[in-house]
T-cell receptor
Framework: KQEVTQIPAALSVPEGENLVLNCSFT??????LQWFRQDPGKGLTSLLL?????REQTSGRLNASLDKSSGRSTLYIAASQPGDSATYLC????????????FGQGTELSVKP | DAGVTQSPTHLIKTRGQQVTLRCSPK?????VSWYQQALGQGPQFIFQ???????QRGNFPDRFSGHQFPNYSSELNVNALLLGDSALYLC??????????????FGDGTRLSIL
């Protein structure tokens, strides 16, 4: 059974710091992994999608990596800003389960001015 | 180009009642998935609809049912509401024949509170 874990559950950093969020999954049979941002009480905004054949994806100050064999992904945020404060969720799309996503519990990030 | 839209945004019900939530997919998408997100948790997959049929279902009781219309919009129905059904209900849409390789797009959700 696929399980997705995100550590830490919460993180507080000063503005300008570079930071890394971690995501691990137990079964490497996945099509891809997706990172999302969620503001309080809101829906999910897709940040990055990494296909299983890829090692990393970049968008602006965000860089996501994927090591499928070890079941790990990281989301690197450069030069953090208070506007980056949100909950970050990772989700995997397992083989043979259609479009179903399995999510971690998220990391709540707070960037202090 | 409108994204995924959900209604209502917030709903308050009492135990035992029934509720219907609605979702319109992003333009060009034909597949709708529903997720339940309890406070402080990641979303949990409820089910997915394509061509007006339930194609896949997560570990949710039969009290949770759905429907998809010819215009691809969808409804989620929950009967005999329990306090534990209080959650944010998220709808996601995709294209059936490309969904495993494309990012999933979500709506802003419906916040359901059970008193």
């Amino acid at each position: 059974k696929q399980e997705v874990t995100q550590i830490p559950a919460a993180l507080s950093v000063p503005e300008g710091e570079n930071l890394v969020l971690n995501c691990s999954f137990t079964d490497s049979a996945i099509y891809n992994l997706q990172w999302f941002r969620q503001d309080p009480g809101k829906g999910l905004t897709s940040l990055l999608l990494i296909q299983s054949s890829q090692r990393e994806q970049t968008s602006g100050r965000l860089n996501a990596s994927l090591d499928k064999s070890s079941g790990r992904s990281t989301l690197y945020i450069a030069a953090s800003q208070p506007g980056d404060s949100a909950t970050y969720l990772c989700a995997v799309r397992p083989y043979n389960q259609g479009g179903k996503l399995i999510f971690g519990q998220g990391t709540e990030l707070s960037v202090k001015p | 180009d409108a994204g995924v839209t959900q209604s209502p945004t917030h709903l308050i019900k009492t135990r035992g009642q029934q509720v219907t939530l609605r979702c319109s997919p992003k333009s060009g998408h034909d597949t709708v998935s529903w997720y339940q997100q309890a406070l402080g948790q990641g979303p949990q997959f409820i089910f997915q609809y394509y061509e007006e049929e339930e194609r896949q279902r997560g570990n949710f009781p039969d009290r949770f049912s759905g429907h998809q219309f010819p215009n691809y919009s969808s409804e989620l129905n929950v009967n005999a509401l329990l306090l534990g059904d209080s959650a944010l209900y998220l709808c996601a849409s995709s294209q059936w024949d490309r969904q495993v390789y494309q990012p999933q797009h979500f709506g802003d959700g419906t916040r359901l509170s059970i008193l």
